[in-house]
């Protein structure tokens, strides 16, 4: 019986470096998602195939690569979210290089003027203290139409009485998100995508999970206020850091 895949090459060492990056890859991409067991077992089944082909076994190989071709569609379906979360990635990173960056002429990232800032950083400290849960969602060089639609168009300037506000309890756009970007407050009460990790803390409630959501799928940071503890969170790809001091706040605002 002759073994076809054991005539090893420097093509075939190249070909099998490549094929596992791509596998580290989206190994890291999908980690702690639900979409891990299925990644897996697709890679179980290709490699059984890749085997049955090499045995010369038609009928096996034939029946797996039905299986492939036919679960195609179900696989972009299933992959949905994380795909698009890794061209948002990479789209990310490729804007964040100068060089391209200058060639696209694509925008500057917002920046937060001071004033706005002091404001916005005074408002979560108020709320903090008082237990007053907030979701804050601040536009970087994503535009976040698509979120912005899905909430009420507010578009006012920056104000620590407006959004303590709009927060309060009984205010009825205090439920949802806040957007804001170019120095203003674009939208309330705006609906995120919810993380689909399962690696997150029990104690992260709706709010964090919605964070996490939108900061993985977009460039936008996210500050959450939990109305259990009152503490404050700062959220950025998909990353949750505790924030303990206003200094603290600014300075991840800041994009330090």
């Known amino acids: 019986m002759s073994l076809g895949f054991l005539h090893f090459s420097l093509v075939d060492f190249v070909d099998i470096i490549l094929v596992a990056a791509v596998i580290f890859v989206i190994f890291r991409w999908i980690r702690g998602s639900s979409a891990m067991n299925i ?76 004033e706005a800032l002091s404001d916005l950083v005074s408002a979560v400290e108020y709320m903090g203290n008082h237990k007053v849960g907030a979701l804050i969602v601040i536009r970087r060089r994503d535009n976040l139409q698509s979120v912005i639609d899905t909430g009420d168009v507010v578009d006012a300037r920056i104000s620590e009485r407006l959004i303590e506000n709009l927060f309060f309890k009984n205010s009825p756009l205090h439920d949802g998100a806040m957007v804001i970007g170019d120095n203003r407050i674009i939208a309330a009460r705006c609906t995120l995508p919810i993380t689909d990790r399962l690696d997150l803390p029990a104690s992260y409630g709706m709010r964090h999970r919605a964070a996490v959501g939108i900061s993985e799928q977009t460039d936008a940071d996210v500050i959450v206020v939990s109305e259990e503890t009152g503490g404050v969170s700062f959220v950025q790809q998909g990353a949750v850091t505790k924030i303990d001091s206003r200094n603290l706040l600014k300075l991840k605002l800041q994009g330090k």
């Open 39 to 114: 990644f897996i077992a697709i890679i179980i089944i290709l490699m059984v195939r890749v085997l049955a082909m090499a045995l010369n076994m038609k009928m096996t190989s034939a029946m797996l690569g039905a299986i492939l071709d036919v679960g195609a569609l179900a696989i972009i379906i299933i992959f949905q979210p994380e795909i698009r979360r890794f061209l948002n990635n990479i789209g990310r990173t490729a804007g964040n290089n100068t060089i391209f960056r200058n060639f696209l002429r694509s925008h500057k990232a917002e920046d937060l003027e001071n």
